[in-house]
């Protein structure tokens, strides 16, 4: 396997900045539509309405766009962006997104609020939620603040109760390391403690 959209790209990062200063709030708006679409009790006219102006700003942003994803770009300052990531894009309004906060201990973590989108079990979040923001912290935690490439190889989760809607925090760290592989163990909690275990083994795949 290869992976064809890790790009290098010289936009200079203060560029970078601006960018993501414009579109953040744009990003966030799109996510406040998605809870509001699931959670509005409008009249049916409204809803239509709605659905119209939606469309109409669907029409605006498209009529200049990428032929495909964002892709994962970097420039020579070691400034990496990854805008569509489905975890931390900053142009992704199905990402929460997560912050992730390295510790100098080597502990990777972050706080997040998940709402109203991300429901599996009733007022509980969706166990493939769980499992993809963990896979993403892991993943990072793995790739040593982006030293190295790694791609999840196995992934085990253990889902010790549910996990409420609202305020969570992810903690990740490597646990050890044997040649390309490189194995890391997860927790995803709420304000009572651990609600799923993960641990996993990230590969720096032959290519890299
Ligand atoms: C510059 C910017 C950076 C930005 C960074 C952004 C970070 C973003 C972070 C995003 C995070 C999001 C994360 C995502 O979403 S990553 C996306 C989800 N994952 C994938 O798509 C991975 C698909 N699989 C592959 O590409 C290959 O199979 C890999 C790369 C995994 C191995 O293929 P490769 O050809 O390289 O391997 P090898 O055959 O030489 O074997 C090497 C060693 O590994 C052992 N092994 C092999 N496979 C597995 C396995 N599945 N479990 C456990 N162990 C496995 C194998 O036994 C051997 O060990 P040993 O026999 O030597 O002891």
Do not use: C
């Amino acid at each position: 396997m290869s992976i064809g959209e890790f790009v290098h790209d010289e936009t200079p990062s203060s560029e970078i900045d601006r960018l993501e200063a414009l579109y953040r709030p744009l990003a966030d708006a799109v996510r406040d539509l998605v809870d509001a679409t699931i959670r509005t009790t409008v009249d049916d006219a409204t809803i239509r309405r709605t659905q119209a102006d939606v469309e109409a700003l669907v029409a605006r942003l498209r009529a200049r766009q990428l032929d495909g994803p964002a892709g994962v770009r970097f420039n020579s300052e070691a400034r990496a962006w990854n805008w569509g990531n489905a975890v931390v894009g900053q142009r992704n309004a199905l990402a929460p997104p997560l912050h992730l906060v390295r510790d100098p201990g080597g502990l990777l973590h972050a706080d997040v609020v998940l709402g109203a989108a991300y429901e599996g079990p009733p007022g509980l979040v969706h166990g493939g939620v769980a499992a993809l923001l963990l896979d993403h912290l892991m993943g990072e935690t793995a790739s040593a603040g982006h030293s190295r490439v790694t791609l999840t190889g196995t992934l085990t989760m253990r889902y010790r109760r549910g996990t409420p809607l609202g305020p969570l925090r992810l903690e990740g760290r490597i646990d050890r390391e044997d040649g390309r592989k490189v194995y890391v163990v997860a927790t995803l909690a709420d304000a009572e403690g651990v609600t799923v275990e993960a641990d996993g083994v990230f590969i720096v795949p032959r290519w890299a």
